[in-house]
């Protein structure tokens, strides 16, 4: 079956209208929040473990010994070849990486073990709110929505369904007290179609009313 035109002939467009993502984009925001405070513990966990297990991060690392100055050469060339004592150098004495490293204090397994489950938590907080925001915008990606306004019809576009309302098929658009949406009451007597709440602008009221005096005015040939 082929599908009818958006706007067929002899009919115009007059008004348009886009949903109001508002809301989801502040949940958005919100959702940087574990981010930021998994990216804390990833931090915190691993400045844990280098104090309490530093030879387990750096597994095989060691800073390089420095060579002795000139003065120490000269002073081995001036004693050695008189003396066989060996003349220490401040320079090679090992340094304190390579103290810790040699002689590691034994680490406690219970620091150890919440530096891990820090380093977990972490990682799991910070990949939540990407995931998050890719829930919150699944609607978005998944299809365009829109409210087309025609002199003959409305036209709405979600990923609910699409339906288009003649305006003659339109008894009253009206403002819904017990769920706030905006109601179009049908001359068929089916039940009133609710306009979704992300296409009301932010105030369904207001948007009733215009709906209304629109549908008004089409009756009379005045669109």
């Keep these: 079956m082929p599908r009818q035109p958006l706007v067929p002939e002899n009919t115009r467009v007059i008004g348009f209208i886009r949903p109001d993502d508002t809301r989801r984009i502040a949940w ?6 574990p981010t930021v405070v998994g990216a804390m513990l990833v931090g915190y966990g691993y400045g844990r473990l280098d ?10 690392f060691s800073e390089p010994r420095p060579e002795p100055d000139a003065a120490h050469e000269e002073l081995v060339q001036a004693v050695g070849a ?14 304190a990486a390579e103290r810790r490293l040699r002689d590691p204090e034994p680490p406690s397994s ?7 489950l820090e380093f977990a938590v972490g990682f799991v907080l910070i ?11 699944r ?14 019809a409305l036209v709405v576009q979600a990923i609910d369904g699409d339906r288009t309302l003649p305006w003659y098929d339109v008894e009253k658009v009206r403002f819904d007290e017990d769920v706030g949406k905006v ?16 296409f009301d602008g932010g105030d369904a009221r207001e948007t009733a009313e ?9 009756s009379w040939g005045l669109l």
């Design 110 to 116: 219970d620091d150890a073990w919440i530096g891990w």
């Design 28 to 33: 958005i925001f919100l959702l940087a929040f």
């Design 82 to 95: 008189r003396s066989s004592i060996d003349v220490p150098s401040p320079a090679l004495e090992p340094s």
């Design 139 to 152: 609607r978005v990606w998944m299809r365009d929505e829109w409210v087309l306004l025609r002199d003959d």
């Design 127 to 137: 990949a939540a709110g990407p995931l998050g925001a890719i829930v919150l915008l």
């Design 183 to 198: 109601a179009f009451e049908l001359r068929s007597g089916e039940p009133a179609f609710l306009l979704p709440d992300r």
């Design 51 to 60: 104090a309490v297990d530093p030879v387990g991060i750096y597994d095989g």
């Design 210 to 218: 215009r709906l209304e005096t629109m549908r008004r005015k089409s």
